[in-house]
C-alpha cells in the first residue's frame, strides 16, 4: 500500500532529473567551461538570453511533465495570508542577507558571490539592452523555474518525509543543482529558507519573489560597485 501523499514514479523522475542538473553543472565548473574568466561578462550578450529562455523552457517543460495531471503539486497558488507572506518573506531576505554578511567573513578560496561567474565586473552602458535583457531571464525566469522544481513540485513530492525533512532536502538539492562549491554555504541555506517559507505560506509564489529580488540585486549591484 502507498504511503499519503507518496508519488513514487514522479519522485523518481525529479530526483533523476535534480541529479542530471548538478552532473552537468559540476562536470562544467571541473572541466573549466564554467569558470567567472569565461563567462562574467555574457550578461550583455544577447546570445545568453536566447540560449537560457529556451534552456528554462525545456526545463519548465520537464517539471510540467513530471507533474502532469497534478498541477497543485507545483504550489503555484496565492498564499494563505498575503500580509504574513509578506512578513515571513521580509524575515527570509533580512536573514539571508545577515548570512551572507558572516559568509563575507570565512576565508574561503574565492568568494561565494562571484564563483558562478555571472556577475559583471563593470556597468558597459552600450550593451545596457542585452544586460536589461538577461536581468530578465535571471530575475524572474529563472527564479519562477527553480522555484516551481525545488519548492513547488520537489517539496511536494518529498513531503512525505516529514516537514523538516523535506525543507532540508530541497535546500540541499537546490545547492546542488547550481554545481558549485564555495556558493554552496550560501545556496543551501538559501534554499531552506525558501523552502521554509513555502511551507509556513503553503505556496511557492513568495519565494519566486524573495528569489528574484536577489538575483537581481546582485547584478545591479555588480554593475553598480
Excluded at 573549466?32 to 525545456?58: D, N
Excluded at 537546490?174 to 505560506?201: N, Q
Aim: no cysteine.
Amino acid at each position: 500500500m502507498s504511503r499519503p501523499g507518496f508519488h513514487r514514479t514522479r519522485l523518481l523522475a525529479w530526483t533523476a532529473f535534480v541529479s542530471l542538473l548538478a552532473a552537468v553543472n559540476y562536470a562544467s565548473r571541473f572541466s573549466g567551461s564554467g569558470s567567472a574568466r569565461s563567462t562574467r561578462e555574457q550578461v550583455y550578450s544577447y546570445s545568453t538570453f536566447v540560449g537560457g529562455v529556451v534552456l528554462y523552457g525545456i526545463w519548465l517543460g520537464i517539471v510540467l511533465l513530471i507533474a502532469i495531471d497534478r498541477f497543485d503539486l507545483l504550489a503555484l497558488r496565492p498564499p494563505r495570508a498575503w500580509g504574513r507572506a509578506l512578513g515571513l518573506a521580509l524575515g527570509v531576505i533580512v536573514a539571508t542577507y545577515a548570512w551572507e554578511a558572516v559568509v563575507a567573513t570565512l576565508p574561503l578560496p574565492e568568494s561565494p558571490g562571484s564563483e558562478q561567474g555571472l556577475t559583471p565586473t563593470h556597468w558597459e552602458p552600450a550593451h545596457a539592452g542585452a544586460f536589461a535583457a538577461n536581468l530578465v531571464l535571471f530575475a524572474v525566469i529563472a527564479p519562477v523555474v527553480e522555484e516551481l522544481t525545488f519548492r513547488g513540485l520537489g517539496q511536494s513530492l518529498l513531503r512525505f518525509l516529514g516537514r523538516t525533512p523535506s525543507i532540508l532536502l530541497v535546500g540541499l538539492a537546490f545547492g546542488l543543482a547550481h554545481g558549485l562549491l564555495e556558493a554552496l554555504v550560501v545556496l543551501v541555506p538559501f534554499g531552506i529558507a525558501l523552502a521554509w517559507l513555502r511551507d509556513r505560506t503553503d505556496s511557492a509564489v513568495p519565494g519566486i519573489f524573495v528569489h528574484g529580488l536577489f538575483n537581481g540585486v546582485a547584478l545591479a549591484v555588480a554593475v553598480l560597485s
